[in-house]
């Protein structure tokens, strides 16, 4: 009989009263993919928190080769083989890319670290993922956010683990990024690397898995082998109910142009962007990583510089404005990093709601916290947020209930033009399909939404109209009915006119 090579038995973690793990089992055996699979808030990160050792559980069992595991710390659990890959990064900025990498194994000799061997290990761990092309010394900071991941995924490969827990890695990766990161997971695991993967895209979970297991609520509450008529069943398992409709659609009318754009340009990019966004229309971007897709929303926005061009709402010039008139103009920018620029991870939940427009929650000068808490709950509940309250900082809820507090912010200030960079990254079927269902509603109301997405299906889903971006330009806008994935894939890398 094969030991499994990580087991898992009835494990419980509460933080006060909020039971987070309620009795979860798995089992996975040696160099096999493993999909965790859950919606947000279920439970996954707190699992793989506990067997990182960033927390330890409340009771029971955990054995990695049929020998008693429970690491105090993370070194520990690094030590022992466990390492864990998240979907917050969890870089230094201000560190270079080499450092980062070794960042806690530093290689030493005579008490001092040795720099040329560190080095040759950063180049090993980044040769393996096809990313040696890294600048070494470069702070990380510095790199798009696609080339931190990779950074993070290179560190957790240092000291050979022997399971390797992987939290949406390929969230902020290109499609060419994510087909290297498959192939370093594949040559692992015929190494005997045991590989827990967590991703909210099934089709990636169907492709590299062997087996999966569900969480729900606390619990994990199926496994069985992955294979595609499995599926729904799955999808089924994630959210208690049958999910038939994963891009619901709401009628609306598309109006008189609200926004115009005319050969926008910005410091490195955008080079050439001219669009009208019209009311009551979703409008998707596409494009591959580093084709100026955030850097046309940020400029726009004027959180980065506008050197050329114009832009016109409702007719009247508005070039150059500071974010605070846009959102005067009652425009919103949710941005793709939302740790670092969308929200205030050490505030709560109300906080970050109100953020941009406390003037609800405000009688006599003064905020009063009553009346932010009960707003603050309104908007909990019709966004499906999973928190104990509302004023539980933001840091303790999930990445994907994070996410839904973003949006929520824009939905509070009654934006009337929302520009969404990757609103779904990290998010759950379940709550992707309501976000869906939100921008509907949103452009039924006669609302415009500039939606920029890495995934095509929720793009040719969701969007009226499609223009795809290519090294800082973006394409003739067509509907999105006129577009296919093969379409947008040769538009994105340069090989149509279009």
Request: charged fraction near 25%; proline fraction near 5%; glycine fraction near 10%.
């Amino acid at each position: 009989m094969i030991v499994p090579r990580l087991r898992i038995v009835e494990v419980r973690k509460s933080f006060g009263a909020t039971q987070a793990l309620r009795q979860v089992s798995l089992s996975v055996g040696p160099g096999e993919v493993h999909a965790l699979i859950g919606e947000n808030g279920a439970g996954k990160s707190t699992l793989m928190k506990i067997l990182s050792a960033a927390h330890l559980q409340d009771s029971g069992d955990i054995q990695l080769d049929g020998n008693f595991y429970a690491p105090r710390t993370p070194q520990a659990a690094r030590s022992a083989g466990v390492a864990m890959i998240y979907q917050e990064l969890s870089l230094v900025p201000h560190l270079s890319v080499e450092e980062n990498i070794l960042l806690g194994s530093e290689p030493r000799q005579w008490g001092w670290i040795d720099r040329k061997e560190r080095r040759r290990r950063a180049v090993s761990a980044l040769e393996q993922l096809h990313q040696s092309h890294l600048p070494l010394d470069a702070p990380v900071h510095q790199l798009p956010i696609a080339r931190q991941q990779m950074v993070e995924i290179a560190r957790a490969l240092i000291g050979s683990p022997r399971v390797l827990i992987m939290d949406e890695p390929t969230s902020s990766l290109s499609k060419e990024d994510t087909k290297v990161l498959f192939k370093v997971i594949l040559r692992l695991r015929d190494r005997g690397v045991s590989i827990i993967y967590i991703s909210h895209f099934l089709e990636e979970c169907l492709e590299l898995a062997t087996h999966y297991t569900v969480l729900r609520d606390g619990e994990s509450v199926g496994t069985g082998r992955m294979k595609r008529e499995a599926l729904p069943e799955i999808t089924r398992l994630m959210v208690g109910r049958e999910l038939n409709e994963i891009y619901p659609h709401t009628p609306h009318a598309i109006g008189a142009p609200l926004l115009e754009v005319t050969q926008l340009k910005g410091v490195k990019k955008p080079l050439n962007v001219s669009f009208k966004l019209r009311s009551g229309e979703i409008l998707g971007i596409a494009g591959i990583v580093g084709a100026g897709r955030t850097e046309t929303l940020r400029a726009l926005f004027g959180l980065d510089p506008q050197i050329g061009g114009d832009v016109k709402l409702r007719g009247i010039c508005c070039n150059r404005l500071p974010p605070r008139a846009w959102l005067q103009r009652r425009v919103g920018y949710l941005s793709e990093n939302r740790k670092e620029e969308g929200l205030m991870l050490h505030r709560n939940i109300g906080d970050n709601l109100f953020l941009s427009n406390y003037r609800p929650c405000i009688s006599g000068g003064f905020i009063k916290q009553r009346r932010q808490e009960s707003l603050a709950a309104r908007w909990i509940s019709l966004l499906g947020i999973k928190a104990r309250h509302p004023s539980q900082n933001l840091h303790e809820l999930s990445g994907g209930n994070q996410q839904k507090v973003a949006l929520g912010r824009l939905l509070h200030h009654d934006a009337e033009i929302l520009l969404l960079d990757e609103p779904t990254r990290g998010i759950d079927v379940g709550s992707k399909s309501q976000i869906y269902k939100t921008m509907g509603e949103l452009a039924a109301k006669g609302k415009s939404v500039v939606f920029i997405s890495s995934y095509l299906p929720e793009l040719l889903g969701v969007c009226d109209t499609i223009g795809v971006m290519c090294r800082g330009t973006l394409s003739a806008l067509r509907p999105a009915s006129e577009w296919t994935e093969q379409d947008i894939v040769a538009a994105a890398i340069g090989q149509n006119e279009n």
